[in-house]
């Protein structure tokens, strides 16, 4: 099987959950043998070794805005289905490929079915101008959690008999291991307990809430340090946020930090939080539990999907901030109850959540959609 991919990137280092998902399953389909066709502006980066891959390039230099798609991906689809004839388009984003992969399957009567992946909803006007019509267009659409699918559903009025529900998955440097001491010094986190926020410091990921919660925290637990990890465009305002909160000698931000050591911040902590309003899976709380770590994580999106609520940790309201300083208390305080969690959610992550069930199930899904569309047109 062939797959052509317009893309927006694959960076190897990126802060973005939707950007590590696109690199680590392209890059694990080509492992299994599917044969992609990835098409990138110019300058682009991507990963040096990925197996099966076939790097095309647009016609611009920098990367996708969405209403300059329809002018640059059609005819780059084209281009790449002349010289290798793709059975299966795919479309990675709704809004910034999917229009313009419709429009282009129609300009130049490509025999192919148009596969989309989404991860959720961000709000916003377009959604039903935009995404709906994708939704609706496309021959079937693959998500990260049921929540996702339902949100389709409830905000945008579309069908979703054509959606395939695959969780993500965790590639397996991320387990337990013992922490190194060169980064504890690094980030001066002293001889106590640590709890880790890991992701994206975007708006959405409630960061000044939490900052207000470890306010009421950190003098119950004043050898305890809350280790803010991650770049974003928030970094310098938190920073000054915790100045102004009084907190410098318990709260450390990493910035941002490189793939390559970010098992190795897992391993810095003895829990997890994350208060994030919405995610479409939530991958940080699936590394997290993958390294055995117990979780404090909002009750929003697609987070009770990954995390068992009382099995591996605590799901709270984030408009309850209360709910997090009782949990975030109770787990720095009994170190055999957050092994107790931990211990679960790393049990659960390798049954539920690696990238190899992740793979196969997805690859299933394309064959399945693909014989179906050629059964549909005659075709054997």
């Known amino acids: 099987m062939r797959v052509c991919s317009p893309h927006c990137g694959v960076a190897p280092e990126t802060v973005s959950g939707g950007e590590t998902y696109e690199r680590e399953i392209l890059t694990r389909l080509g492992r299994a043998g599917v044969a992609i066709e990835l098409i990138l502006a110019r300058g682009k980066p991507h990963p040096a070794d990925a197996p099966n891959w076939t790097v095309h390039r647009f016609g611009i230099g920098r990367g996708l805005r969405w209403w300059v798609a329809p002018f640059v991906v059609p005819p780059a689809i084209a281009r790449v289905h002349r010289a290798t004839r793709f059975d299966v388009l795919r479309v990675h984003s709704l809004r910034f490929i999917g229009p313009a992969a419709l429009w282009a399957r129609r300009r130049h009567r490509l025999d192919v079915p148009v596969i989309a992946h989404h991860h959720h909803l961000d709000p916003s006007p377009l959604n039903r101008v935009l995404e709906r019509r994708v939704v609706e267009g496309v021959d079937h659409l693959v998500v990260g959690s049921e929540f996702a699918q339902r949100q389709l559903a409830s905000e945008l009025g579309v069908r979703t008999e054509h959606v395939s529900v695959v969780p993500y998955g965790v590639d397996g440097r991320f387990v337990p291991r013992p922490a190194r001491a060169d980064l504890r010094g690094r980030h001066d986190l002293g001889p106590g ?185 005659g075709r054997s």
């Open 193 to 377: 307990p640590v709890a880790l926020f890991f992701g994206g410091l975007k708006p959405r990921k409630n960061l000044p809430m939490l900052l207000d919660v470890w306010t009421r925290v950190a003098p119950l637990h004043p050898e305890a340090r809350l280790l803010i990890a991650g770049g974003g465009p928030l970094l310098g305002r938190l920073r000054a946020l915790a100045e102004r909160r009084g907190l410098a000698g318990s709260v450390r931000f990493t910035g941002y930090v490189a793939e390559a050591e970010k098992a190795d911040h897992f391993s810095l902590a003895d829990l997890f939080v994350f208060p994030s309003a919405m995610e479409g899976f939530g991958l940080a709380v699936a590394e997290a539990m993958a390294c055995g770590l117990p979780v404090v994580a909002s009750d929003r999106g697609s987070i009770p999907e990954v995390l068992a609520d009382g099995e591996g940790g605590f799901l709270c309201d984030p408009a309850r901030p209360e709910l997090l300083v009782n949990r975030l208390d109770r787990l720095l305080g009994d170190s055999a109850l957050r092994a107790k969690l931990g211990a679960a959610n790393a049990e659960r992550v390798d049954r539920l959540f690696r990238w190899d069930r992740c793979v196969a199930r997805t690859r299933r899904v394309y064959e399945d959609v693909l014989a179906a569309w050629r059964r549909r047109e």
